[in-house]
């Protein structure tokens, strides 16, 4: 069966036209991850997407409900990005991703952030990153679930 809007009704396929191209994942995971919400923040980061791939990425992600624009409350030229839940639910999906990532990636060092979330049981992890994200946080930096995590003794 035909979708309006897709080529299936198939939930890989929705999952696939969502996420699949090579940015979006990377937008979610700079907002979920590591906090970011500006479109310069998203320029700035070290894959270096260019301005008119991360408007379009952008809007698709809030055409497809896994992100919000609201105007930023310091600035009404600004515009912030912020996971909804349908984006929050990404956040297992993300982890799976650096978890198969990180078996192709050279060595890193165990201080690596990274390495340092893949020590954490997978339920207690996923659930204290959207509680974090839920409360406007992310999972590294100040106040994020890594920091709730450790504080627990998790």
């Known amino acids: 069966m035909k979708r309006a809007d897709g080529r299936s009704d198939c939930p890989t396929n929705f999952t696939v036209e969502a996420l699949g191209d090579s940015w979006s994942l990377l937008i979610l995971r700079d907002i979920l991850a590591l906090g970011k919400r500006s479109f310069g923040e998203f320029l700035a980061s070290d ?36 996971a909804t839940e349908r984006g929050i639910d990404v956040i297992p999906l993300l982890l799976e991703a650096v978890r198969w990532g990180v078996g192709g990636l050279p060595p890193v060092g165990e201080d690596d ?42």
């Open 47 to 82: 894959e270096r997407i260019g301005q008119s791939v991360l408007a379009e990425r952008l809007d698709r992600l809030e055409r497809t409900g896994l992100v919000s624009r609201s105007t930023s409350p310091t600035d009404a030229r600004k515009q912030l990005y912020i």
């Open 113 to 154: 952030p990274w390495m340092q979330v893949l020590q954490v049981d997978r339920g207690d992890l996923i659930a204290a990153w959207q509680r974090s994200v839920r409360a406007g946080r992310s999972l590294f930096g100040d106040g994020g679930a890594l920091e709730d995590l450790a504080a627990a003794g998790a």
